[in-house]
């Protein structure tokens, strides 16, 4: 992926003018909005001759022009301009006219250095009247603002600022390269005659620190090739001069126009080229935002997969496996990017494979959308996955724990296609499940959800076969109920053709049984509701915490129920298949907990699905 950076980096170079590469190195000052004012010491130029002209005074503006770039904490900045947030007289004396005291530091030529030195000259010649006009001029800003200082030329009436001067752009430019080699708390990392491991030419110099982001740590033991010494980590990552500059223009580019959302993290989007393509071809449509807003009209909102409005994925799926691209989930930490996960070598086919297989799922859940949820549910919510069904179950805080990196290592399987724990995504679901149940909260959002999250990596091939015998729909019976269908057949049927529908997920007698005694449960609840307005038989349920022995312990009991309220003669024809499956199921079930319960919850929140035509109709269908 790093040399998809520095590929990225080298374009948008051979596309810029100077000024846009030395944009990558400025700072804005006033990123806060703290700085809102500028107070400029104005030299006049004459013939290469500078004498002080006055102090001025302005509002902060473009921030490019003024050419910040943090210095040493106990030294000067890269230019002379720096923020004043404290002591003006110390900022003016150890920052602005010590800047101009080391002009013979600098690596220019003989001529720029001869241009700070008359620059010098001119300022240290009336250091205590510009001081004394600093003052008077700070004075005038509110009492709350802070401003900066910088330099102005004013030559043939018009006012230079250093942005727009060459030699203080130059200086940027060289000074911005340090931070590829030296770091305050490790010293420096520069080799020298070895070989940059982005373009693989030999340099007279490479650098330790010019990676983008922190994908490793120098000074964590094992990760130095040279030992434990930060100042031989340059063999780790070795990159010249050119490349660290291509990088540092690929990163920023990155950071600006590939930048997107994702369920409460951000990632960057990194393409790298496979075959044959056109890397502008590529940029244009992945940072074009006229393109974003163009597809946005064309398509719902209900393609997406992300939360993110401007989500590119669905850009990227049309296009061929001419480039790949790379995923880099991070998070802000003050001016620093701290990488949570990085997903490399998504191809184009792969993100239509998701897309597919969404649509797909989608279409089977709309039996459920439109006859399981209620209307005040539908108005809020739509079944239809996208990683927003993931989040529901991994979110980012729940009972004082986050589950962001367990939620970010199951997104990374996606996106790449490697196997999934089952049961750990059914240990999540009914934990959510079970914490709505006791608190007597509706749960039918939740196990439809969870449904349709294992529908939907059920249906990618994710699941390890070992821990689960599943098979993926394609090619095995109709994978699509439609309400109405159901309607005109018998139960029997209407059972066997819901099990059809779904059939790798109904593939034993004990998931069958489970399933359909939820069923049976939720009819004596709601039976319960109607004649008493509670629904006493909730507290034999076990917060559904279901094993084998409860499981059949349960049918006698709800039988028994049934029987008590004159009810059970209506649900007879139920109770026989579930029995049939009971004795087809055997004994020491190979389920495991947490999946029977699922079942057997899931079951109470399709009963709408199996309709007693004698009787239900006159009972109230509540939710589980």
């Known amino acids: 992926m790093i040399e998809a950076v520095a590929k990225i980096g080298e374009y948008v170079q051979g596309t810029a003018s100077v000024d846009d590469l030395t944009s990558t190195f400025i700072e804005n000052p006033n990123i806060n909005g703290k700085y809102k004012f500028v107070l400029i010491v104005v030299l006049s130029e004459k013939n290469g001759e500078y004498v002080f002209d006055r102090v ?35 900022t003016y004396r150890n920052r602005f006219l010590k800047w ?43 009492p709350n603002d802070n401003a900066i200082i910088t330099l102005g030329i004013e030559s043939n009436g018009e006012l230079h600022f250093p942005g727009s001067l060459s030699v203080f752009n130059e200086i940027l430019l060289r000074k911005g390269k340090d931070k590829y080699f030296i770091k305050k708390s490790q010293g420096e990392s520069r080799g020298r005659d070895a070989v940059c491991s982005v373009c693989k030419q030999k340099k007279d110099e490479v650098y330790g620190f010019a990676i983008p982001w922190a994908f490793h740590t120098f000074d964590k033991p094992g990760f130095i090739a040279g030992g434990f010494e930060a100042s031989d980590s340059w063999k780790n990552t070795p990159v010249c001069f ?16 590939l930048d997107f959302s994702f369920y409460g993290f951000r990632y960057l989007l990194v393409p790298k080229l496979t075959l044959d393509g056109d890397l502008d071809e590529i940029l244009n449509i992945l940072g074009a935002k006229d393109q974003k807003k163009k597809l946005k009209l064309t398509r719902e909102i209900k393609s997406r997969i992300t939360d993110d409005e401007d989500e590119i994925f669905d850009l990227v799926e049309e296009r061929k496996d001419f480039f790949s691209n790379s995923l880099v989930f991070y998070k802000k930490e003050q001016s620093s990017y701290r990488i949570l996960l990085l997903v490399e070598g998504i191809l184009p086919s792969r993100l239509r494979t998701l897309f597919k297989t969404k ?102 091939d994710l699941f390890r076969r070992a821990e689960v015998e599943m098979k993926t729909m394609n090619g095995q019976g109709s994978g699509v109920l439609h309400m109405a269908e159901l309607e005109g057949l018998p139960l029997e049927q209407r059972v066997e053709r819901f099990f059809e529908a779904n059939m790798a997920f109904f593939n034993s007698d004990a998931k069958k049984a489970t399933f359909l005694e939820g069923v049976l449960a939720q009819k004596l609840l709601n039976i319960q509701w109607m004649d008493k307005n509670a629904t006493p038989f909730r507290s034999k349920l076990h917060g559904l915490k279901m094993n084998e022995a409860l499981i059949k312990r349960l049918l006698p009991e709800i039988q028994n129920k049934l029987d008590e309220y004159g009810k059970n003669h209506y649900y007879q024809d139920l109770e026989r298949i579930i029995a049939s499956h009971f004795v087809l199921s055997g004994v020491d079930w190979k389920e495991a907990d947490d999946e029977l319960s699922f079942y057997f919850a899931l079951g109470m929140n399709l009963h709408k699905l199996f309709k007693n035509a004698r009787y239900d109709a006159e009972v109230v269908e509540g939710d589980a």
Do not use: W
Request: negative net charge; hydrophobic residues 35%; proline residues 2%.
């Open 359 to 460: 649509e797909k799922v989608d279409e089977r859940f709309k039996i459920y959308n439109d006859t399981i949820l209620s209307e005040a549910q539908r108005e809020k919510i739509h079944l239809e996955f996208n990683f927003g069904v993931l989040r529901r179950f991994f979110p980012k805080e729940s009972q004082n724990r986050t589950f962001d990196k367990i939620f970010l290592e199951i997104v990374d399987k996606i996106f790449i296609g490697v196997k999934i724990d089952y049961n750990l995504l059914v240990d999540f679901i009914m934990r959510r499940v079970r914490d709505a149940f006791i608190k007597s909260y509706p749960t039918n959002i939740d196990i439809l959800n969870g449904f349709l999250l294992l529908h939907y990596i059920n249906e990618l």
């Open 56 to 90: 001025d005074f302005e509002e902060f503006n473009n921030y490019q022009k003024y050419l910040y770039k943090k210095g040493a904490p106990n030294g000067t900045d890269v230019t002379p301009t720096s923020k004043l947030a404290g002591n003006l007289e110390k």
């Open 100 to 142: 101009f005291q080391n002009y013979d530091n600098y690596d220019l030529s003989q001529e720029d250095k001869e241009t700070l030195r008359r620059m010098y000259l001119a300022i240290d010649s009336k250091a205590d009247q510009i001081l004394a006009d600093l003052e008077t001029k700070f004075s005038l800003k509110r």
């Open 242 to 257: 050119n490349c660290a500059t291509n990088l540092e223009v690929g990163k920023k580019y990155i950071e600006e126009k």
